[in-house]
């Protein structure tokens, strides 16, 4: 099964890039994750390359690649930066958001797995499929059905290394199919997008690197301070099911010529 990625993080209006990445792939599987260390507690940073870390060791050192072994990784992120916590009282509350996709290229199943705002988005066909649900107070009052504009994105219920602890949210195995499309990132990328957008950006391009490019301009043009991390993934060939455009969904992506 073929399968692409392009990757890319970068500095906002931050003393500091918080935000850790990471891929890998191998002819059997794929791993990509991003990880954001949550602002306003020290010891973010390091919560996030902890996490990162442990959990590529983890899958590099397991002998399989199932979702119950993904779990298994990620509980032992979870008591990894617990053990850190108690051993340093300075980064006693550090925390990290951590968004992570697993792909089986042997028997073509995708997972994921999240806690906190980062997210995974799936594309299929060039349309958005599903995309996770962040563990914020934004989010528990949209699907409350209440009013949410004003409420500080940032506020989260869940990150790995809060107290109380709470568990990760992992998918269900999604079979695979060709030119599926996949966006690991963080909110400093996904909060100065829509999913249309995205979409829009899926469908004027040829390959992945392009797509994240695109995307990547489109946030530059915005009023970003965040910190911006994402890993693009295709598998197959999205472009030929999504090559297809008109000039008004280009406008933002497109340089005006006035």
């Not at 999240?114 to 594309?123: E, P």
């Not at 910190?227 to 030929?240: I, K």
Request: aromatic share 8%.
């Amino acid at each position: 099964m073929k399968m692409m990625f392009a990757s890319r993080s970068q500095q906002g209006r931050r003393d500091e890039n918080q935000d850790r990445t990471a891929a890998e792939v191998d002819e059997q599987r794929g791993f990509f994750l991003v990880c954001d260390g949550v602002a306003g507690l020290p010891g973010g940073d390091y919560a996030a390359e902890l996490v990162r870390d442990t959990l590529l060791s983890a899958l590099q050192n397991s002998s399989s690649f199932t979702p119950e072994s993904t779990r298994a990784a990620i509980a032992k992120c979870q008591q990894t930066l617990a053990d850190a916590q108690g051993k340093n009282p300075k980064f006693s509350r550090m925390s990290t958001t951590l968004a992570a996709l697993f792909i089986d290229r042997k028997n073509q199943l995708a997972w994921w797995a999240h806690a906190g705002d980062s997210r995974v988005y799936h594309f299929r066909h060039g349309r958005l499929s599903e995309v996770t649900r962040d563990h914020s107070l934004a989010q528990q009052l949209q699907d409350a059905g209440y009013e949410n504009s004003g409420i500080n994105s940032n506020l989260l219920y869940n990150a790995l290394g809060t107290d109380p602890v709470r568990p990760v949210t992992f998918s269900t195995a999604l079979e695979l199919s060709d030119g599926d499309a996949f966006l690991v990132c963080t909110d400093g990328f996904w909060l100065n997008l829509t999913t249309r957008e995205m979409e829009q950006a899926l469908r004027m391009v040829n390959a992945c690197e392009e797509w994240l490019t695109l995307m990547e301009q489109a946030v530059n043009q915005s009023d970003k301070r965040d910190n911006l991390s994402a890993l693009a993934v295709w598998v197959g060939e999205p472009q030929d099911a999504t090559l297809l455009y008109s000039p008004a969904d280009a406008a933002r992506f497109v340089p005006s010529r006035n």
